[in-house]
């Protein structure tokens, strides 16, 4: 059995851990006199998902920029607009994460959810413009690949 602390997160599985829990905000409330709490229930992502949401975000706008897919192309055609892992939040996860969860922020988000997110991107972006990336895994680096399913650039000008 392993009590899952970290710093001022705790997650409470069963009857032991809540045990735990119990002597610990004691411990805190003897020492300090007040303890707040923020709580979450259900199995919501993770903050290791959390992070590879994030560097997911940050690879697949520097695969979008080295692929030539400014903002302008993938989205506003009146100005040229490089990806950062903000806009691609913005613009690509935010939008799809509403649709499909009816949730606006993604630390609302079930385990479930992240990936149910993230495929429907990539999905999305290996067909309208060739970019994929691999979403970040333990033991994987999570590092950007340009697949070509599509050469989107060369067909429309050459």
Do not use: C
């Amino acid at each position: 059995m392993r009590v899952e602390y970290d710093g001022d997160h705790w997650n409470v599985t069963d009857e032991r851990q809540l045990e735990f829990f119990i002597a610990h905000v004691r411990s805190l409330f003897a020492e300090h006199g007040q303890v707040s709490f923020k709580w979450h229930v259900g199995d919501q992502r993770t903050r290791q998902q959390n992070n590879a949401m994030w560097l997911w975000l940050q690879q697949v706008a520097e695969a979008l920029n080295d692929a030539g897919y400014d903002m302008k192309k993938t989205l506003k055609p009146h100005i040229e607009i490089p990806w950062d892992k903000k806009l691609a939040k913005e613009f690509l996860w935010n939008p799809v994460q509403e649709i499909l969860t009816d949730q606006k922020s993604s630390t609302k988000l079930q385990k479930q959810d992240v990936d149910k997110i993230q495929e429907t991107i990539s999905r999305h972006l290996a067909e309208t413009t060739g970019v994929s990336v691999a979403f970040p895994t333990r033991g994987h680096d999570g590092s950007p690949t340009n697949t070509v399913l599509h050469n989107r650039k060369s067909s429309s000008g050459s």
